[in-house]
């Protein structure tokens, strides 16, 4: 009779070749441990979710897997190959897409502007060449309704934006460029409940689109909603990986809060019944 856990391992080993794999990473600087024996699979149309607090390790992750920074040990592989990205361009050109918690934006400039910075298409040549304004625009407004982003104009300057449809800008315009991976660094960090459920709901439709999808958050709550895989940092090393049907809500925010360690202090800051006098009331300290 075949386990649970045995059947998990074997539908994970008939599946296709992850999109991003990492296996015991390790990154130091100096004497510093920022990041050692971290594992991460990222398949095509699911959601992977790394959670830690502040100092966890996330944003060392994120710029492994962004091209910023080498790792020292372990294996980095995309779609099978093995890789060592030196720079972002390189995670780009491998398909690899990170949208930051601060937003790479030019809060003056038009939606569609931002939309294609740094990538404009033109037309003419020469010293005639001149960007090629009527595509940006139409592109971008059939982007954005083709993720669900249905906005008034696409003139009006991006700083004119909620929180939350600034995020989903950036997650359509990686979609439209050929991302294969997109990485979300805390993307509902700052947002309230409802402009967060807008950018979770954009995170599926990126999922649905065939994207494999790297979220990085300190909210299980959120994670929960959208996540297929977790992956728990603690201090730069592993705190726990699990699939989506091994782990309840409940669970996941036990283990991202302390797990035994909040059990613990929660004892210790538990206050001692004061004693009563015969009358009732407690008596003076």
Known sequence: MTTATEQTVRDEDERPTPLVELDDVSKYYGNIRALEGVSL???????????????????TLIKIISGLHEHDAGSFRIEGEPAQLTKPRDALDRGIATVYQD???????PVWRNFFLGSEPTVGWGP????????????????????????RDVDQ????LSGGERQCVAIAR??????????????????GVKQSGVVLKYVAAARDAGLGVVLITHNPHHAYLVG?????????????????????LDELTRQMAGGSELEELSHELERAPKPLHLGGEPTPD
Do not use: Q, W
């Open 103 to 109: 937003l790479a934006v030019v809060p003056l400039m």
């Open 174 to 191: 990686a979609v439209y460029f050929g991302a294969k991976v997109l990485v979300l660094d805390e993307p509902t960090a700052a947002l």
């Open 228 to 248: 297929d895989r977790f992956v728990l940092l603690k201090r730069g090393a592993m705190a726990g990986s699990h699939l989506r049907a091994e782990i309840d």
């Open 41 to 59: 699979t990222v398949h095509a149309g699911e959601v992977s979710c790394v959670l830690g607090d502040n100092g966890a390790g996330k944003s």
């Open 157 to 160: 300057p991006i700083g004119t």
């Open 128 to 151: 005639f060449k001149a960007l090629d304004v009527e595509r940006m625009r139409r592109t971008t407004r059939e982007e954005l309704l083709r993720m669900g982003i249905d906005l």
